[in-house]
């Protein structure tokens, strides 16, 4: 038998010394804490794993929250009491000595750690139900199924539509601590559910449906020179809807919902109270001064005709037609459809300012007369009309009749009801405060001179203004 040769031990105890101590190291440091160790910034080196776990969790004073998103993405921030939680840095410090390798012990190194959450089951149940979150759809309402009118026409509001599960919503939270997330959302982890519809609830959403196929029926743009000035839309036509006498939708043929004539009427008439200038609308006067004002409406401008559009919606609703109609007026006079169809007044006007008592003719924009004037007798009460009137015809050498007076004039341009422009040659002066105890019978009294000037500058038709 051949002997062991004993040279081969020199080199192998080094080698097996040094693995002795190396597995002697690795022990002492699975329970103390390598040289130049730094944890959570705190110099650890020679402590054990247990007196670092209990000095990290002397210095803790952070609170255990959690950010909880419900159904609609609304923030719930939850905090842990503190008799329902503990916190323990053994699982953590223990995968950090698993990670020393060899090369790291003789290392200068800094590692953070994060505690782990242990919930008190016997103390969970309480906490958790007492949370806000587990509370807002309690009250859920009765009836489940709510139809709510607003500007753009019907919505359905499902009180139930996301119904929380509190028990799969409380385990979620549960883990979710444990692992020390920092924001969860109940909706992406399945926390809600829509309970089934009753009867009552099926009945809610047909009548629903039907509100929505009247409301969508059709469109209709209403323009003026083709450009869209009011829309019969969902926000219109939701008005239109035939109502019984408690309120409730009266319904035909076919559960389809029924349309209330009158109301189509009123709308149309609301267009025209808004468009019509014609004894309507007040009109928007820039004066002499630069001032915008407002002036009273008169027998000048546009008038919508307001049967013809309500004929033109009931057609386009009955027939389902969508599409835009031009909204059409009658003029007054015909030539206002020059000014701006009807909207406007031009740049040629003549504007009466009765405070000032003065009269101001502007053509193409350009001030071309301007005079002092006496209008009506305000002590009698016989005030010039205010409004926004036109030159209706002008005549030469009339006389002006009235129950207590003929006056014969050179000048007359009549603008409204008996009252006009015209010379008043037994003026010695005009301007001030003459109208008010010495003023004329309605009419706008004017020097001879600047009548006659008047008279060959003012067309048939020009609007006048009288504020």
């Not at 109270?273 to 004002?293: A, C, L, M, R, S």
Request: aromatic share 12%.
């Amino acid at each position: 038998m051949k002997k062991f040769p004993k040279w081969i031990l020199i080199p192998a105890v080094p080698c097996i010394l040094v693995a002795i101590g190396y597995f002697a190291l690795m022990q002492y440091y699975q329970v103390n804490i390598p040289y130049g160790t730094w944890i959570n910034d705190m110099y650890c080196t020679g402590m054990t794993y247990e007196e670092v776990g209990e000095l990290l969790l002397e210095k803790d004073d952070s609170t255990v929250a959690l950010e909880v998103l419900d159904s609609d993405d609304k923030l719930h921030v939850l905090t842990l009491d503190t008799e329902v939680y503990a916190l323990s840095y053994k699982e953590a410090l223990k995968e950090a000595a698993v990670s020393f390798g060899a090369m790291e012990l003789f290392k200068e190194k800094s590692i953070w750690v994060k505690p782990a959450v242990r919930i008190n089951d016997d103390r969970w149940e309480a906490y958790i139900r007492k949370q806000a979150l587990f509370h807002e759809d309690a009250a859920a309402a009765s009836p489940r199924m709510t139809i709510v009118e607003g500007k753009e026409g019907f919505e359905l509001i499902d009180a139930q539509e996301n119904v929380l599960d509190d028990k799969k919503a409380a385990r979620v939270i549960l883990e979710a601590f444990e692992e020390s997330k920092e924001r969860i959302s109940l909706k992406d982890a399945g926390c809600y559910y829509t309970p089934a519809y009753s009867s009552e609830d099926k009945a809610v959403i047909a009548e629903y449906e039907a509100l929505q196929l009247f409301c969508s029926k059709i469109t209709l743009d209403l323009t003026i020179q083709g450009e869209v000035a009011f829309q019969v839309n969902a926000s219109v036509l939701k008005d239109w809807i035939l109502k019984e006498a408690d309120g409730s939708y009266s319904y035909g043929k076919g559960g389809l919902l029924l349309l209330d004539e009158a109301k189509v009427k009123e709308y149309a008439q609301s267009i025209s109270d808004e468009v019509t200038t014609y004894f309507g609308k007040p009109w928007q006067f820039v004066d002499h001064n630069g001032d915008t004002i407002e002036v009273k409406a008169g027998n000048y401008g546009r008038e919508l005709k307001t049967y013809a559009l309500t004929n033109k919606l009931l057609n386009a609703y009955n027939t389902g037609t969508s599409g835009s109609y031009e909204l059409e007026f009658v003029f007054h006079p015909s030539s206002a459809a020059d000014n701006g169809y009807g909207a406007g007044y031009g740049d040629s006007y003549v504007e009466v300012d009765i405070e000032e008592q003065h009269v101001y003719l502007y053509i193409d924009g350009e001030l071309v007369l301007d005079s002092p004037c006496v209008t009506g007798d305000v002590r009698r009460k016989r005030d010039t009309p205010k409004g926004t009137f036109y030159i209706e015809y002008k005549q030469r050498n009339r006389t002006l009749r009235g129950e207590d007076y003929a006056t014969p004039v050179s000048y007359w341009m009549h603008f409204y009801n008996h009252c006009g422009f015209h010379d008043a040659n037994w003026r010695r002066s005009f301007g001030g405060d003459i109208y008010i105890n010495d003023g004329s019978h309605g009419c706008v009294n004017m020097p001879p001179a600047k009548a006659k000037e008047l008279y060959s500058l003012v067309e048939k038709g020009m609007p006048v203004f009288v504020y």
